[in-house]
């Protein structure tokens, strides 16, 4: 049926306007690990990263803006008990006659005394406390940032992307110490999670591709008793959820020594995957018969004809199961948290969790930053194979 102009019009608004949902979260996590961790639960949200720049003790410096002053205030000097000078920002009330109202910690109580201070500058009201932005893990030991007032019009705004997240993030969970003959090295762990899921996924795509494939031969271009019958009971097995076969598996894997190894991750691969045997089963069964009975009266063999001519002709749809598994493998968190019991074997998305806190208090920006490290191969993949994706997926099951 030939579409008429409002209606393929409406059609296809209908499709960006769900591209534009599908994709907000994505652009939204992009943003997010851009901004400055004091931006990120800002209300109402921002969607660009901001920066700040003001005067701190003299010097032009990129600033956190912490709140706007209320009320006329001083910033002033004092010294109590023969320690160092300290800096403290308190309302004009607070001082007279040369002394200031402090609090001072005495044992276990806060206790308000008058201490002679000299007034350092005076603050009026609507003037911002800003602190100097340190760029800096929070386990790194460094100086205190410091902090002044500054007037509305010394506090410059710009549009400032904070790449130092991603930094920040690749540091975040440590470093790997470790030893290769005679050369130590050192890495940050977030490059040992991405070599390890790297690990699994490649070495899953080549077992489940090539076993699937096998299995997939077989049931599509050679007739056995009973072909038909165990073809079903192969598909019935993805009705079957993990969740049933985890504690089994788990006792497999630990007969066979493999907890807190990567080979409980990618061994089962190379047993073929019931829904990857039937997309290549489908798509093995489009191409004509003709060419296997040729290569047959020449003399190949099964398997020559699987290996030489089966496969090459198939390169869409393998394509499609690598793809497939690539991305399973990659975002899987349920299997690495199950057999994996040592930090140097984590994949990244069992990495991911180091980014969280479980008593509040979690680096956010940090944690954006390397989810969207995460993200940002599995996109790159997709963008750069959707022509062989779509047309392996668009042909499996069409007769030729």
């Known amino acids: 049926m030939k579409l008429t102009v409002p209606k393929r019009i409406g059609i296809h608004t209908l499709l960006i306007v769900g591209s534009c949902l599908f994709i907000f979260p994505f652009i939204w996590l992009v943003t997010t690990s851009l901004k400055p961790v004091e931006q990120i639960m800002k209300m109402p949200p921002d969607w660009l990263p901001r920066a700040y720049y003001a005067p701190v003790e003299g010097q032009r410096l990129k600033v956190v803006k912490e709140r706007e002053i209320g009320e006329p205030s001083l910033i002033v000097r004092y010294t109590v008990g023969g320690t160092s000078p300290s800096r403290v920002l308190l309302p004009a009330a607070k001082y007279a006659d040369g002394k200031a109202e402090i609090e001072v910690r005495v044992a276990d109580r806060t206790e308000v005394v008058r201490v002679p201070a000299t007034v350092e500058k005076q603050v009026p009201k609507g003037w911002w406390l800003v602190r100097e932005k340190i760029e800096r893990l929070p386990q ?25 997240n991603y930094k920040g993030a690749i540091r975040y969970t440590g470093y790997y110490e470790g030893k290769f003959l005679f050369w130590k090295y050192k890495v940050p762990m977030f490059l040992v999670y991405l070599r390890n899921t790297l690990t699994v996924a490649i070495l899953g795509v080549i077992g489940t591709t090539l076993s699937s494939a096998l299995a997939a031969y077989g049931f599509a271009r050679i007739s056995w008793p009973g072909r038909d019958t165990v073809f079903v009971i192969a598909l019935s097995t993805m009705m079957v959820p993990f969740a049933v076969t985890m504690v089994p598996l788990y006792g497999v894997f630990r007969a066979l020594g493999w907890i807190g190894t990567l080979k409980p991750l990618w061994v089962p691969a190379f047993f073929g995957s019931a829904f990857n045997i039937f997309l290549l089963r489908q798509f093995f069964r489009t191409i004509p018969q003709d060419i296997s009975e040729a290569a047959r009266i020449d003399g190949c063999s099964e398997f020559g004809i699987f290996w030489r001519i089966i496969l090459p002709l198939s390169k869409p749809a393998l394509a499609v199961v690598a793809l497939f598994h690539f991305m399973w493998a990659w975002n899987d968190f349920m299997g690495p948290l199950i057999f994996l019991t040592r930090q140097e074997t984590y994949t990244l998305s069992l990495g991911l969790q180091f980014y969280q806190s479980q008593h509040g208090g979690s680096e956010w920006h940090f944690l954006m930053a390397a989810s969207t490290l995460m993200i940002l191969p599995i996109v790159l993949l997709f963008f750069f194979t959707q022509r062989t994706f779509i047309q392996g997926i668009s042909t499996t099951g069409m007769k030729n």
Request: glycine share 4%; charged share 30%.
């Open 140 to 164: 790194d030991p460094g100086p205190a940032a410091r902090w002044d007032c500054a007037a509305p019009d010394q506090v410059q705004e710009k549009i400032e992307p904070a790449l130092w």
